[in-house]
T-cell receptor, first 112, second 119 residues
Framework: KNEVEQSPQNLTAQEGEFITINCSYS?????LHWLQQHPGGGIVSLFM???GKKKHGRLIATINIQEKHSSLHITASHPRDSAVYIC??????????????FGTGTLLAVQP | GAGVSQSPSNKVTEKGKDVELRCDPI?????LYWYRQSLGQGLEFLIY????????KSGLPSDRFSAERTGGSVSTLTIQRTQQEDSAVYLC?????????????????FGPGTRLTVT
């Protein structure tokens, strides 16, 4: 079982819909990233969070440390939001490197 | 300011040849990471440099892979005797440094990647 699981793997939405992507992890973490990758493009970090909630424009990220779960929400979705969204965690291991462990990503397609 | 840059953006090579991929981190970032994204696969960690500490090479898939970081800045990932399974996008990221095992973690910034195709 992967240490970081995302759902759904694929998501198709209509423009304007509210979208939720979920991430569950099984290890203790010190931080969690939500990343965005457009086809053929590089990776952009949308959020880094370790507790609570963050909001940037139409994007909202929440994390529940006790439940080891995070969600990424997109309000009023738009076709330009179509991308792969990746959840990644930094393990809270004493002596461990600062490498990230990645989920397999959620492919989002927003149709006009 | 300038972000993380990588070169080349695309590389096509024949099986058995050696390749070198370059990463220029954000100025002032002492931590540098290499990741790999194979077709249809998620991202996987390869190697991590932090300041003058010994690098964490635990993610390198074989001894054909090596990396160095000169002067605490530019890094080169070298793949010797390339195989078709090495075809992937190789991503570099950098961050402000943190003491190994520190509970405080700085955000990583990713480069655009190098798409390697081994024919």
């Amino acid at each position: 079982k992967n240490e970081v699981e995302q759902s759904p793997q694929n998501l198709t939405a209509q423009e304007g819909e509210f979208i939720t992507i979920n991430c569950s992890y099984s290890v203790g973490i010190s931080a969690l990233h939500w990343l965005q990758q457009h086809p053929g493009g590089g990776i952009v970090s949308l959020f880094m969070l370790s507790s609570g909630k963050k909001k940037h424009g139409r994007l909202i990220a929440t994390i529940n440390i006790q439940e080891k779960h995070s969600s990424l929400h997109i309000t009023a979705s738009h076709p330009r939001d179509s991308a792969v969204y990746i959840c990644a965690v930094k393990r809270r291991d004493g002596g461990a490197t600062n490498k990230l462990i990645f989920g397999t990503g959620t492919l989002l397609a927003v149709q006009p | 300011g300038a972000g993380v840059s990588q070169s080349p953006s695309n590389k096509v090579t024949e099986k058995g040849k050696d390749v070198e991929l370059r990463c220029d981190p954000i100025s002032g970032h002492t931590a540098l990471y290499w990741y790999r994204q194979s077709l249809g696969q998620g991202l996987e960690f390869l190697i991590y440099f932090q300041g003058n500490s010994a690098p964490d090479k635990s993610g390198l898939p074989s001894d054909r892979f090596s990396a160095e970081r000169t002067g605490g800045s530019v890094s080169t990932l070298t793949i010797q005797r390339t195989q078709q399974e090495d075809s992937a996008v190789y991503l570099c990221a950098s961050s402000l440094g943190a003491r190994e095992g520190s509970l405080f973690y700085y955000e990583q910034y990713f480069g655009p990647g190098t798409r390697l195709t081994v024919t």
